[in-house]
């Protein structure tokens, strides 16, 4: 089974900081890597799929990038929505598998 | 406009067996491309994914519940459905479905229901 590592578990940070949240796989998954945003007692949204596409009518602000087994989730300048927990998923080949999530809190 | 919406019981005894709806509009599971996945969320704890099944049944498990599930479609009732045997309280948890595209967002879970929650319990 292939493992998703996220990290950190949580990050403080201020409106306007640059945040960058990291995931590995535990083997290649070359670019099939999606990324989450769950707010407390909401579903999961789509914010970024194989690896660095942006979903549409998500803001520009969020990017991916990464290939192999390391990818990043940055946020470019942290917005009072952006708080919220942060979840990669690979869906390379059979399975799928998510991290075990990102805390972002207001400093 | 895609919609999907779970339901099932809210509480369920030990070693009983789940069976969850998924309820969609707006695209159909014959459509080449298309899936509906589970996924389930424990209280204050991280996603995890259960099953996927696709428009030409194909039908994907979790490696770690396999023995214990099962996922099924009805494409003229427009669901999706899952079981889950011999359920215990570490079952506890929001269960999800999620519709996925393989031409819109490449298999990713772009669309999800809101969930439903699931208590075990005697």
């Known amino acids: 089974d292939i493992q998703m590592t996220q990290s950190p578990s949580t990050l403080a940070a201020s409106v306007g900081d640059r945040v960058t949240i990291t995931c590995r796989a535990s083997?290649?998954?070359?670019?099939?890597l999606a990324w989450y945003q769950q707010k407390p007692g909401k579903a999961p949204k789509l914010l970024i799929y194989?690896?660095?596409s942006l979903k549409s009518g998500v803001p520009s602000r969020f990017s991916g990038s990464g290939s192999g087994t390391e990818f990043a989730l940055t946020i470019s300048s942290l917005q009072p929505d952006d708080f919220a927990t942060y979840y990669c998923?690979?869906?390379?080949?059979?399975?799928?598998?998510f991290g075990q999530g990102t805390k972002v809190e207001i400093k | 406009q895609i919609t999907l919406k779970e339901s099932g019981p809210t509480l369920v005894k030990p070693t009983q067996t789940l069976t969850a709806t998924c309820t969609f509009s707006g695209f159909s599971l014959t459509t080449r491309g298309v899936g509906v996945g589970w996924i389930r969320q424990p209280p204050g704890k991280a996603l995890e994914w259960l099953a996927l099944i696709y428009w030409d049944d194909d039908k994907r498990y979790s490696p770690s519940l396999k023995s214990r599930l099962t996922i099924t479609k009805d494409t003229s009732k427009n669901q999706v459905f899952v079981t889950m045997t011999n359920m215990d309280p570490v079952d506890t948890a929001t269960y999800f479905c999620?519709?996925?595209?393989?031409?819109?967002?490449?298999?990713?879970?772009?669309?999800w229901g809101h969930g439903t929650v699931v208590t075990v319990s005697s």
């Open positions: 083997q290649s998954i070359n670019s099939w």
């Open positions: 194989m690896a660095s």
């Open positions: 999620a519709h996925v595209s393989l031409d819109d967002s490449e298999d990713a879970f772009d669309i």
């Open positions: 998923q690979q869906y390379n080949g059979y399975s799928r598998a």
